[in-house]
């Protein structure tokens, strides 16, 4: 993304003879882009719809885009299964930013880093620039669009003339709505299969349903109304079904509001980021969760606490008698006090919810598992309750693993001709014992529809290339309640082609299928299947009001509430005991799925290779955790490369020393060791999925993730682990603070007081507005979307592995996290970013004036100005001020997606948060314009935004009504390091915890 | 007192004159070893600025390092030079007359190797300009609160008057040589700089009194310069920065080091140009008294340091002094403690004092010893202050080392020429401790 | 034409020289030039010269220094008034510090011109009534006079010890 300036950039990959966007953006295009855009905006602007591809000619100024003035348009993420709102801005045709949909009901507002970071997927100088095919000496060369559907349509013609339709495959992600539908349609047309393939999909969490209530499906669950959330490794707050949900659900149940606040136990072997934002962490051994969940529901069940008929307690007291808490303490290394009052709480504090089946413990018990903690939900009366089966996840729909395998094997034996792969990296994500390259290899035709040029399109005879989800038509649900649309915010920014229109019309010149996919583009397709939609939903509505109206809202929001369901008789057959584990090590090993690059998919996105993991703060690269006790006995310290060694191979990785993960356990995260997918993923870090066995969870056959006992050793090789904070404790500096809830409610607590009676001059006078944030900590999980965020609005550069090696990393805001070891272990975060100060250290010696006060207490940064003496960050108390230290540069097309209302620096001058300035200077014109004042909230910077649980609050502190100033005054709030006297303007509330603080 | 009867009015003139002969193979291969290093100084900065300051070995959170330190280094070094000619001028010490001139040299080529560092260390050094307030288009003006712009002024003004001073103190000298060299480039070259000085009573009358009101302005610019030198740092709020002991303790170790560098240079010349008639064992020891001094002065502020640190009960000091002691970096500070604490206490012996070997040797650890010291405050306070997130470990580069060997050459490129092309002693001052001669004298 | 003519004595002691200075000034020859390779106390009294006036010059630069320093710390500060920290526009205390810069610079300044101008120092070398070993290890006596009086001159320089003495014409 930003090596050092050497002149050059690298274009946009394009085939031959394609008049597209080269380099520089030329007039021609811009005004295509312009019309482009008019047109989409037509459509959302409820004027008659047409197709995006039509260009509105200049002559015809179009009367929607005004140059300089964003426009917002609603969309779905496609970045994980969770389908997140979004409302993508746009300018002079470009998509600049993206920001969560607050409609939507998943995320309402919210996004995550991964999201944030979509336009660098669109904008990915790794891209494939147009159709590609193997030539005669196997090399992939491009082509243009009708070649290559014609290949694809003669392959097809073959393969149907010696009748093997049923040799057909279409393997794809879990994409529901229309798409999914004209697949599924189409491939059986062919009499094909259409197999979908998730790399996290939950089977045991299907079945366990399945055997516990007869529902074979996944529930949506209502952690916002729990009062004691109890989670067995579900890591709700990363990757687990729909994680920015969940994150904002959490914070509503956990964030303390009117002197309460919800109380969280996590439970798993490795303190997961979800895990830190646990009130109590049980460090439990690995894959026997089932007996923690028997233990208490046995607990509960001897207390007659539970709420269920008398028939149920029998059953259930037949399943759970064994099960003693004394008895489970033995097996699972809780003690059994422990047990008691967690089964206590959970009861009594209502409702309460237990969830389960995070990946990283999934284990080849993992339904039974889930069984039992379905259990404990039914007796504490949770399911109907905060567990709602009448909105349930479309996921459920993806095949098992058992299935992709048998695939696999079905492929290796050449029964299938035609492979079409979307969205999927099986070569990736696949354990290589499965051998899926080989499988592969045996098929004759594989066709990938991949925008980027991963392990597995490698490997295909013809490329099709897709557009990203914010170039293309489209619908998504991720549940039932939800049925989000997708519109293209721009023109294709490379020669690509949406997958429905390359199925549309290769259908035309195949007999048989033109009738049946008459449509001309997906576009007419996905109107014809929301008018299905639309007599189900509202048949009175007129389809446009009702089309144009959807799409403007980004999609159709219901509630469905939930349906009560009853302990089906199957309970009592389940029988509960130890997941299998491979390999004879001594170390349970544990592959997690990263909450950065989720599968993988994420990893060639230079924002989230440079997004400081929070709890290591590692980037670009792999590591494992370790424990600080395993690590003294093998004699490694943090750097050391470890040789990783399960049945199936090994990986070589630098440690981690990590307090938080069981001595008999170590963890590598998911997501890097691609072996292509484009320059920023390429040969960085390591693949832990390469070394787990091919191990089902017996019941669901769901991949079992942690099924491997491994041998690890050191290498003697030691670098430095590159990473943005060395320092793991805050000294007693109270820094990022916390207070425990009787301190709250007994009021016993030193308040906060404000430094101006130690001040020598009179105070700083500000005329309309003084600009300031607060931060609660007690709702921030470490998830670094703020971060991200701040990456996209503010045009920050990215400097890569090696420069982040000399704390060169250019955030404007950064998680710091620091541990606590005193009482059990723990983890703060706190966001720090430039406290725009009332007393500014930095200003005053600047012998330039680049740095200064301005009327609405921003403390302003003049690039221009800024002859790079970096006194100012001297002498700044929060190192919060970045100094460019070279010209950094972003790769064609990247640049593109910079903010035209924000400079780019260059080398030798200063640069910090400026709280968006260019946010507030839009909020104050418009209100200007308006004739009014600005309104509190109407001013969000990009952090606060991107924000899913809303930790940051930004306002006027001079408007004593304003939500800020309020929250300036709160009982727990306090200013980091107030004693210097810098009087920021930002206000910390204190992290509330139950017992330590 | 033997020797020095041996010297007549032209026995000085003579000697000191005769410095100035065609330079050897020696004075030549040294003279270009060292332009090369220059050039390799010239070469790395150039590389700096073509590429950007990111070449240099700072990281978040110490955004000054060896720069800085070379900066307050060669000031420091700046110092003694003006303390000698002007204090002890003033101060009418006698043992001053030999060494003044070498130190005033010494003096005006480590300010102008000073200077160069503050716009070295740049982010954008083609706008340095921007510092001084030049009226200009854009009407801005520059921040009189800052203290680097303190720097600007009390250095240029130290700059300007030293060189003036040492400039003035050599006129009657040039004149001398003047009057002495026959062949035609230098014989003019030395006639214009002499200014047509004729050593008249009225020029004398009014050169002894400008002379000493230089010395009037140097004395208390010498001390203010340091000082501001000092508030570059004690105004900012940087544990280990922030304190008011800074002025008394960097003029202290300026003359300390100042002295030191006196030392280092003055016994190779006096060796090489056999001038142990002029520069005499008493010469040295009183220097070595006032090295004596000083250094108790800069122990003293080290200790004060870490009392006030541990009194005041401030974390973040106490953090500070820790770290230095037992950190990453502690063996830089116990060599700045070796250098100048530990080994001056060497020269409480008179044997010591009076050994020139030894001298030299201690000198050239003192000179070390005082690099380390500004190292270490501006480096470690830097790498560890208050916020625990934010600290980070600074490792230089090799951009930085050759930029610093680069400073060297550049300030001995100097002296190189000083000793060949102008009088190296002061040829009129000497006279003046010499005893007139008188018919009296002859008569007996 | 002539202008002015003189005699002129080379010494090579200083008490001699002393002594020729007296006497000449009893004989009434005020208007003598003396040269020394230093400057020399006893010539000084001899010839009850009066304080050189460099100093008023000294004087002059370095008040206009410290009005410099003020003005153009406090006319700028409010020509362009930015606000840093809670810190005044014009806060004098570090203003001060530009005020004794520049008393100190100017005051320099100042001193080196008088000194210049006082001394009539001159880029070109003496050609008349000087002799280069005057920068060695010689007095000199020049003494203008008439035509008349040189006799009586030389007879003075003579007796007190001259090593030699020259007639110049200007």
């Given at each position: 993304?930003?090596?050092?300036?050497?002149?050059?950039?690298?274009?946009?990959?394009?085939?031959?003879?394609?008049?597209?966007?080269?380099?520089?953006?030329?007039?021609?295009?811009?005004?295509?882009?312009?019309?482009?855009?008019?047109?989409?905006?037509?459509?959302?602007?409820?004027?008659?719809?047409?197709?995006?591809?039509?260009?509105?000619?200049?002559?015809?100024?179009?009367?929607?885009?005004?140059?300089?003035?964003?426009?917002?348009?609603?969309?779905?993420?496609?970045?994980?299964?969770?389908?997140?709102?979004?409302?993508?801005?746009?300018?002079?045709?470009?998509?600049?930013?993206?920001?969560?949909?607050?409609?939507?009901?998943?995320?309402?507002?919210?996004?995550?880093?991964?999201?944030?970071?979509?336009?660098?997927?669109?904008?990915?100088?790794?891209?494939?620039?147009?159709?590609?095919?193997?030539?005669?000496?196997?090399?992939?060369?491009?082509?243009?669009?009708?070649?290559?559907?014609?290949?694809?349509?003669?392959?097809?013609?073959?393969?149907?003339?010696?009748?093997?339709?049923?040799?057909?495959?279409?393997?794809?992600?879990?994409?529901?709505?229309?798409?999914?539908?004209?697949?599924?349609?189409?491939?059986?047309?062919?009499?094909?299969?259409?197999?979908?393939?998730?790399?996290?999909?939950?089977?045991?969490?299907?079945?366990?349903?399945?055997?516990?209530?007869?529902?074979?499906?996944?529930?949506?669950?209502?952690?916002?109304?729990?009062?004691?959330?109890?989670?067995?490794?579900?890591?709700?707050?990363?990757?687990?079904?729909?994680?920015?949900?969940?994150?904002?659900?959490?914070?509503?149940?956990?964030?303390?509001?009117?002197?309460?606040?919800?109380?969280?136990?996590?439970?798993?072997?490795?303190?997961?980021?979800?895990?830190?934002?646990?009130?109590?962490?049980?460090?439990?051994?690995?894959?026997?969760?089932?007996?923690?969940?028997?233990?208490?529901?046995?607990?509960?069940?001897?207390?007659?606490?539970?709420?269920?008929?008398?028939?149920?307690?029998?059953?259930?007291?037949?399943?759970?008698?064994?099960?003693?808490?004394?008895?489970?303490?033995?097996?699972?290394?809780?003690?059994?006090?422990?047990?008691?009052?967690?089964?206590?709480?959970?009861?009594?504090?209502?409702?309460?919810?237990?969830?389960?089946?995070?990946?990283?413990?999934?284990?080849?018990?993992?339904?039974?598992?889930?069984?039992?903690?379905?259990?404990?939900?039914?007796?504490?009366?949770?399911?109907?309750?905060?567990?709602?089966?009448?909105?349930?996840?479309?996921?459920?729909?993806?095949?098992?693993?058992?299935?992709?395998?048998?695939?696999?094997?079905?492929?290796?034996?050449?029964?299938?001709?035609?492979?079409?792969?979307?969205?999927?990296?099986?070569?990736?994500?696949?354990?290589?014992?499965?051998?899926?390259?080989?499988?592969?290899?045996?098929?004759?035709?594989?066709?990938?529809?991949?925008?980027?040029?991963?392990?597995?399109?490698?490997?295909?005879?013809?490329?099709?290339?897709?557009?990203?989800?914010?170039?293309?038509?489209?619908?998504?649900?991720?549940?039932?309640?939800?049925?989000?649309?997708?519109?293209?915010?721009?023109?294709?920014?490379?020669?690509?082609?949406?997958?429905?229109?390359?199925?549309?019309?290769?259908?035309?010149?195949?007999?048989?299928?033109?009738?049946?996919?008459?449509?001309?583009?997906?576009?007419?397709?996905?109107?014809?299947?929301?008018?299905?939609?639309?007599?189900?939903?509202?048949?009175?509505?007129?389809?446009?009001?009702?089309?144009?109206?959807?799409?403007?809202?980004?999609?159709?929001?219901?509630?469905?509430?939930?349906?009560?369901?009853?302990?089906?008789?199957?309970?009592?057959?389940?029988?509960?005991?130890?997941?299998?584990?491979?390999?004879?090590?001594?170390?349970?090993?544990?592959?997690?799925?990263?909450?950065?690059?989720?599968?993988?998919?994420?990893?060639?996105?230079?924002?989230?290779?440079?997004?400081?993991?929070?709890?290591?703060?590692?980037?670009?690269?792999?590591?494992?955790?370790?424990?600080?006790?395993?690590?003294?006995?093998?004699?490694?310290?943090?750097?050391?490369?470890?040789?990783?060694?399960?049945?199936?191979?090994?990986?070589?990785?630098?440690?981690?020393?990590?307090?938080?993960?069981?001595?008999?356990?170590?963890?590598?995260?998911?997501?890097?060791?691609?072996?292509?997918?484009?320059?920023?993923?390429?040969?960085r870090g390591v693949n832990p999925i390469e070394i787990l066995p091919v191990l089902t969870d017996e019941a669901s056959g769901g991949f079992a993730w942690l099924s491997t006992k491994v041998n690890v050793s050191k290498t003697g090789k030691r670098e430095q682990l590159v990473k943005t904070q060395d320092s793991t404790s805050q000294e007693g500096r109270g820094i990022a603070q916390a207070i425990t809830l009787k301190e709250l409610e007994s009021g016993v607590h030193e308040q906060?007081?404000?430094?101006?009676?130690?001040?020598?001059?009179?105070?700083?006078?500000?005329?309309?507005?003084?600009?300031?944030?607060?931060?609660?900590?007690?709702?921030?999980?470490?998830?670094?979307?703020?971060?991200?965020?701040?990456?996209?609005?503010?045009?920050?550069?990215?400097?890569?592995?090696?420069?982040?090696?000399?704390?060169?990393?250019?955030?404007?805001?950064?998680?710091?996290?620091?541990?606590?070891?005193?009482?059990?272990?723990?983890?703060?975060?706190?966001?720090?970013?430039?406290?725009?100060?009332?007393?500014?250290?930095?200003?005053?010696?600047?012998?330039?004036?680049?740095?200064?006060?301005?009327?609405?207490?921003?403390?302003?940064?003049?690039?221009?100005?800024?002859?790079?003496?970096?006194?100012?960050?001297?002498?700044?108390?929060?190192?919060?001020?970045?100094?460019?230290?070279?010209?950094?540069?972003?790769?064609?097309?990247?640049?593109?997606?910079?903010?035209?209302?924000?400079?780019?620096?260059?080398?030798?001058?200063?640069?910090?948060?400026?709280?968006?300035?260019?946010?507030?200077?839009?909020?104050?014109?418009?209100?200007?314009?308006?004739?009014?004042?600005?309104?509190?909230?109407?001013?969000?910077?990009?952090?606060?935004?991107?924000?899913?649980?809303?930790?940051?609050?930004?306002?006027?502190?001079?408007?004593?009504?304003?939500?800020?100033?309020?929250?300036?005054?709160?009982?727990?709030?306090?200013?980091?390091?107030?004693?210097?006297?810098?009087?920021?303007?930002?206000?910390?509330?204190?992290?509330?915890?139950?017992?330590?603080? | 007192?033997?020797?020095?009867?041996?010297?007549?009015?032209?026995?000085?003139?003579?000697?000191?004159?005769?410095?100035?002969?065609?330079?050897?193979?020696?004075?030549?291969?040294?003279?270009?070893?060292?332009?090369?290093?220059?050039?390799?100084?010239?070469?790395?900065?150039?590389?700096?600025?073509?590429?950007?300051?990111?070449?240099?070995?700072?990281?978040?959170?110490?955004?000054?390092?060896?720069?800085?330190?070379?900066?307050?280094?060669?000031?420091?070094?700046?110092?003694?030079?003006?303390?000698?000619?002007?204090?002890?001028?003033?101060?009418?010490?006698?043992?001053?007359?030999?060494?003044?001139?070498?130190?005033?040299?010494?003096?005006?080529?480590?300010?102008?190797?000073?200077?160069?560092?503050?716009?070295?260390?740049?982010?954008?050094?083609?706008?340095?300009?921007?510092?001084?307030?030049?009226?200009?288009?854009?009407?801005?003006?520059?921040?009189?609160?800052?203290?680097?712009?303190?720097?600007?002024?009390?250095?240029?003004?130290?700059?300007?008057?030293?060189?003036?001073?040492?400039?003035?103190?050599?006129?009657?000298?040039?004149?001398?040589?003047?009057?002495?060299?026959?062949?035609?480039?230098?014989?003019?070259?030395?006639?214009?700089?002499?200014?047509?000085?004729?050593?008249?009573?009225?020029?004398?009358?009014?050169?002894?009194?400008?002379?000493?009101?230089?010395?009037?302005?140097?004395?208390?610019?010498?001390?203010?310069?340091?000082?501001?030198?000092?508030?570059?740092?004690?105004?900012?709020?940087?544990?280990?920065?922030?304190?008011?002991?800074?002025?008394?303790?960097?003029?202290?170790?300026?003359?300390?080091?100042?002295?030191?560098?006196?030392?280092?240079?003055?016994?190779?010349?006096?060796?090489?140009?056999?001038?142990?008639?002029?520069?005499?064992?008493?010469?040295?020891?009183?220097?070595?008294?006032?090295?004596?001094?000083?250094?108790?002065?800069?122990?003293?502020?080290?200790?004060?340091?870490?009392?006030?640190?541990?009194?005041?009960?401030?974390?973040?000091?106490?953090?500070?002094?820790?770290?230095?002691?037992?950190?990453?970096?502690?063996?830089?500070?116990?060599?700045?403690?070796?250098?100048?604490?530990?080994?001056?206490?060497?020269?409480?012996?008179?044997?010591?004092?009076?050994?020139?070997?030894?001298?030299?040797?201690?000198s050239l650890f003192i000179n070390i010893g005082m690099w380390f010291e500004r190292f270490n405050i501006i480096v470690i306070s830097l790498s560890h202050d208050f916020e625990p997130g934010g600290w980070g470990l600074y490792r230089v580069s090799w951009v930085e080392l050759g930029v610093t060997a680069g400073s060297f050459a550049w300030f001995f490129m100097f002296f190189l020429l000083f000793i060949k092309i102008l009088p190296a002693l002061s040829i009129s001052e000497i006279?003046?401790?010499?005893?007139?001669?008188?018919?009296?004298?002859?008569?007996? | 034409?002539?202008?002015?003519?003189?005699?002129?004595?080379?010494?090579?002691?200083?008490?001699?020289?002393?002594?020729?200075?007296?006497?000449?000034?009893?004989?009434?020859?005020?208007?003598?030039?003396?040269?020394?390779?230093?400057?020399?106390?006893?010539?000084?009294?001899?010839?009850?010269?009066?304080?050189?006036?460099?100093?008023?010059?000294?004087?002059?630069?370095?008040?206009?220094?410290?009005?410099?320093?003020?003005?153009?710390?406090?006319?700028?500060?409010?020509?362009?008034?930015?606000?840093?920290?809670?810190?005044?526009?014009?806060?004098?205390?570090?203003?001060?510090?530009?005020?004794?810069?520049?008393?100190?610079?100017?005051?320099?300044?100042?001193?080196?011109?008088?000194?210049?101008?006082?001394?009539?120092?001159?880029?070109?070398?003496?050609?008349?009534?000087?002799?280069?070993?005057?920068?060695?290890?010689?007095?000199?006596?020049?003494?203008?006079?008439?035509?008349?009086?040189?006799?009586?001159?030389?007879?003075?320089?003579?007796?007190?010890?001259?090593?030699?003495?020259?007639?110049?014409?200007?």
């Open positions: 993304m930003s090596e050092i300036k050497k002149g050059g950039s690298t274009k946009p990959v394009l085939s031959k003879g394609e008049g597209l966007i080269t380099g520089g953006i030329k007039r021609r295009d811009f005004l295509k882009i312009l019309g482009v855009v008019g047109g989409t905006a037509a459509i959302t602007g409820g004027c008659s719809p047409e197709p995006v591809e039509k260009i509105i000619p200049y002559v015809i100024p179009p009367d929607t885009i005004i140059p300089g003035i964003p426009k917002w348009y609603a969309s779905t993420c496609m970045e994980c299964p969770a389908g997140c709102g979004i409302l993508v801005k746009n300018r002079e045709g470009r998509a600049i930013k993206i920001e969560g949909n607050p409609l939507s009901p998943i995320n309402s507002g919210g996004t995550c880093a991964r999201g944030q970071a979509a336009l660098q997927g669109l904008y990915n100088p790794d891209r494939i620039g147009g159709p590609h095919t193997r030539n005669s000496s196997g090399r992939l060369e491009p082509t243009a669009w009708d070649e290559a559907e014609s290949i694809l349509v003669e392959k097809i013609k073959e393969i149907r003339s010696k009748g093997n339709g049923n040799k057909i495959v279409f393997l794809t992600n879990n994409i529901s709505g229309s798409l999914n539908r004209l697949i599924d349609d189409w491939v059986n047309a062919l009499g094909g299969r259409h197999i979908v393939y998730e790399t996290f999909s939950h089977e045991p969490l299907k079945e366990a349903n399945r055997i516990s209530f007869g529902i074979n499906k996944i529930p949506t669950y209502h952690i916002e109304e729990t009062k004691y959330l109890l989670s067995f490794g579900a890591d709700m707050l990363e990757t687990w079904l729909s994680p920015v949900q969940y994150a904002r659900k959490f914070s509503e149940m956990h964030g303390y509001k009117n002197k309460s606040m919800g109380k969280f136990v996590q439970v798993e072997p490795r303190l997961s980021l979800t895990g830190v934002s646990a009130d109590e962490w049980i460090a439990i051994r690995p894959g026997t969760e089932a007996f923690l969940a028997l233990g208490i529901a046995n607990a509960i069940l001897s207390e007659g606490a539970a709420s269920v008929t008398s028939g149920e307690a029998d059953k259930l007291n037949r399943l759970v008698k064994d099960y003693k808490p004394d008895v489970v303490s033995l097996i699972t290394e809780v003690p059994t006090e422990t047990i008691t009052r967690i089964a206590k709480e959970f009861v009594e504090s209502r409702p309460s919810l237990a969830l389960g089946g995070g990946a990283a413990n999934t284990s080849s018990k993992s339904t039974e598992t889930l069984v039992a903690i379905n259990i404990l939900n039914y007796i504490a009366g949770n399911v109907g309750d905060t567990v709602n089966f009448g909105d349930t996840l479309t996921l459920s729909n993806a095949n098992s693993f058992r299935e992709i395998a048998s695939l696999v094997d079905s492929m290796s034996k050449s029964e299938v001709e035609l492979l079409l792969i979307y969205n999927v990296n099986p070569s990736f994500t696949l354990p290589k014992t499965l051998r899926f390259d080989e499988a592969l290899k045996k098929v004759p035709f594989v066709v990938s529809f991949s925008s980027f040029m991963d392990e597995t399109t490698e490997q295909a005879n013809l490329v099709l290339p897709d557009h990203t989800t914010l170039e293309k038509w489209g619908d998504y649900t991720h549940q039932d309640s939800v049925y989000g649309v997708i519109q293209p915010i721009m023109d294709p920014v490379f020669n690509t082609k949406s997958i429905g229109d390359v199925i549309l019309s290769i259908s035309k010149k195949i007999e048989g299928l033109e009738s049946q996919f008459s449509s001309n583009t997906f576009y007419d397709y996905l109107r014809d299947s929301w008018r299905g939609i639309q007599t189900r939903l509202a048949p009175d509505k007129d389809f446009e009001a009702f089309w144009t109206d959807k799409v403007e809202r980004g999609g159709i929001y219901r509630e469905i509430a939930p349906i009560q369901v009853r302990l089906s008789q199957e309970v009592s057959t389940v029988s509960f005991s130890e997941p299998k584990f491979e390999g004879e090590g001594a170390i349970y090993f544990m592959a997690y799925p990263s909450y950065r690059y989720y599968d993988g998919r994420g990893a060639n996105k230079p924002w989230l290779q440079e997004l400081p993991d929070a709890i290591t703060t590692a980037v670009w690269d792999t590591w494992v955790e370790i424990n600080p006790e395993t690590a003294r006995k093998i004699g490694v310290r943090e750097g050391d490369f470890l040789s990783i060694e399960s049945p199936y191979g090994n990986i070589t990785t630098q440690a981690y020393i990590y307090k938080g993960i069981r001595p008999d356990t170590i963890a590598v995260p998911i997501g890097l060791g691609h072996k292509s997918y484009g320059r920023y993923a390429q040969n906060h007081e404000l430094g101006e009676k130690f001040d020598m001059y009179p105070p700083q006078k500000y005329i309309k507005h003084r600009w300031g944030m607060s931060i609660d900590l007690s709702k921030c999980i470490g998830c670094g979307a703020c971060v991200t965020a701040c990456y996209a609005e503010n045009n920050i550069p990215v400097v890569g592995k090696g420069q982040v090696a000399k704390r060169r990393e250019m955030s404007w805001i950064r998680i710091e996290r620091f541990y606590h070891e005193d009482n059990g272990f723990d983890i703060r975060f706190i966001p720090m970013l430039c406290q725009h100060c009332g007393n500014a250290p930095c200003e005053p010696v600047c012998p330039v004036y680049a740095t200064y006060h301005n009327h609405e207490g921003l403390n302003a940064m003049i690039y221009n100005r800024c002859v790079g003496t970096r006194y100012c960050s001297n002498n700044c108390t929060y190192k919060v001020r970045r100094f460019n230290w070279f010209t950094y540069n972003w790769p064609e097309p990247l640049n593109w997606q910079l903010n035209p209302d924000v400079s780019v620096r260059t080398k030798g001058v200063m640069e910090k948060c400026t709280f968006c300035v260019q946010r507030i200077r839009f909020g104050e014109d418009r209100a200007r314009d308006e004739e009014r004042n600005v309104r509190d909230g109407e001013i969000i910077p990009a952090c606060a935004q991107a924000c899913p649980t809303k930790v940051i609050v930004f306002g006027d502190l001079k408007d004593g009504e304003s939500t800020v100033s309020h929250l300036a005054k709160d009982e727990r709030g306090y200013r980091v390091l107030q004693e210097v006297n810098t009087q920021p303007a930002i206000t910390y509330l204190k992290k509330v915890t139950w017992d330590k603080a | 007192m033997n020797q020095e009867s041996a010297l007549t009015y032209s026995k000085v003139n003579h000697d000191i004159i005769r410095m100035l002969d065609k330079p050897t193979v020696k004075w030549w291969s040294l003279f270009i070893f060292d332009l090369a290093v220059l050039a390799f100084g010239l070469f790395c900065f150039l590389y700096q600025v073509y590429t950007g300051l990111g070449v240099a070995g700072y990281r978040h959170p110490v955004f000054w390092a060896v720069y800085i330190t070379n900066f307050v280094f060669w000031v420091g070094i700046a110092h003694s030079g003006t303390l000698i000619s002007a204090i002890l001028y003033l101060f009418r010490a006698r043992f001053r007359m030999s060494i003044y001139r070498i130190s005033e040299a010494m003096t005006v080529f480590a300010v102008l190797t000073a200077g160069l560092f503050p716009i070295i260390h740049l982010g954008r050094p083609w706008s340095f300009y921007w510092l001084l307030p030049y009226p200009n288009q854009r009407e801005l003006w520059v921040n009189f609160r800052s203290p680097l712009l303190w720097d600007v002024f009390a250095v240029g003004t130290y700059l300007t008057v030293s060189s003036i001073f040492f400039f003035v103190g050599m006129i009657p000298d040039i004149a001398a040589i003047r009057d002495r060299v026959k062949e035609i480039p230098r014989k003019i070259i030395y006639t214009i700089l002499s200014l047509g000085w004729k050593g008249s009573t009225w020029e004398w009358g009014h050169y002894t009194r400008a002379y000493f009101y230089f010395a009037a302005f140097a004395t208390p610019l010498v001390i203010s310069v340091h000082s501001v030198v000092s508030w570059d740092f004690a105004m900012s709020n940087v544990p280990g920065w922030h304190s008011t002991i800074f002025p008394p303790y960097f003029v202290a170790g300026a003359i300390f080091s100042g002295l030191a560098m006196v030392i280092t240079l003055v016994v190779p010349i006096r060796k090489i140009f056999h001038l142990e008639q002029f520069i005499t064992i008493a010469n040295f020891e009183g220097m070595a008294k006032m090295i004596i001094l000083t250094s108790l002065i800069v122990t003293y502020a080290y200790v004060v340091e870490f009392f006030m640190a541990w009194y005041s009960g401030n974390p973040y000091e106490w953090g500070q002094f820790m770290y230095r002691a037992k950190g990453d970096y502690a063996l830089f500070y116990w060599i700045m403690i070796f250098c100048n604490s530990v080994v001056p206490l060497l020269l409480w012996f008179k044997k010591v004092r009076t050994n020139i070997k030894a001298l030299f040797i201690i006279k003046e401790i010499l005893p007139a001669p008188t018919r009296e004298a002859k008569a007996r | 034409m002539i202008k002015e003519q003189g005699v002129f004595g080379i010494f090579s002691y200083i008490d001699s020289t002393v002594q020729a200075i007296k006497k000449l000034r009893e004989a009434d020859f005020k208007n003598l030039r003396v040269f020394s390779p230093f400057p020399s106390h006893e010539i000084e009294e001899a010839l009850e010269r009066r304080e050189s006036i460099v100093r008023f010059f000294t004087l002059t630069g370095a008040t206009l220094g410290a009005l410099c320093g003020l003005t153009l710390t406090i006319l700028t500060s409010l020509d362009w008034p930015i606000r840093t920290s809670a810190k005044p526009i014009v806060s004098l205390p570090p203003f001060m510090i530009f005020v004794f810069e520049l008393t100190v610079l100017f005051g320099s300044l100042a001193t080196l011109l008088g000194l210049l101008i006082n001394s009539r120092l001159r880029r070109n070398a003496p050609r008349i009534m000087y002799d280069p070993r005057f920068s060695e290890d010689k007095f000199g006596i020049a003494v203008v006079c008439k035509i008349e009086d040189i006799r009586k001159v030389e007879e003075i320089l003579k007796l007190s010890g001259a090593d030699e003495v020259q007639f110049e014409g200007i």
